[in-house]
Nanobody
């Protein structure tokens, strides 16, 4: 599956952005999906994930109640709604897909099979 993330940009602290990740090539609903991010000089980290049917979601503690992951399987698109953004949210955001039917350990980037190219989110203070 090919993934293309977009929607990043520059926003002031407290603002909102919505990222999208368009998938093509295979049946989107078969893939568990995740968002990861990498800030300058830091390792890539888990942000949030969603199961193939959208029934289960997972978040890192620092984005709970601010970020919402969702998917539209009919449109083969993954979304990340980000509200109340903080300067520490500044990073390149990547979407990723896991082809395995198992949904365990979706927080681990090594368990994903496909990655998008990333989209930069910059939050100014």
């Amino acid at each position: 599956v090919q993934l293309q993330a977009f929607g990043g940009g520059l926003v002031q602290a407290g603002g909102s952005l919505r990222l999208s990740c368009a998938a093509s090539g295979r049946t989107f609903s078969r893939f568990h999906m995740g968002w990861f991010r990498q800030a300058p000089g830091k390792e890539r980290e888990f942000v949030t994930a969603i199961s193939g049917n959208g029934a289960s979601t997972y978040y890192r503690d620092s984005v709970k109640d601010r970020f919402t992951i969702s998917r539209d399987n009919a449109k083969s698109t993954l979304y990340l709604q980000m509200n109340s953004l903080k300067p520490e949210d500044t990073a390149v955001y990547y979407c990723a897909a896991r082809g395995s039917p198992y949904s365990d350990n979706l927080r681990n980037s090594a368990t994903y099979d496909y990655w998008g190219q990333g989209t930069l989110v910059t939050v100014s203070s």
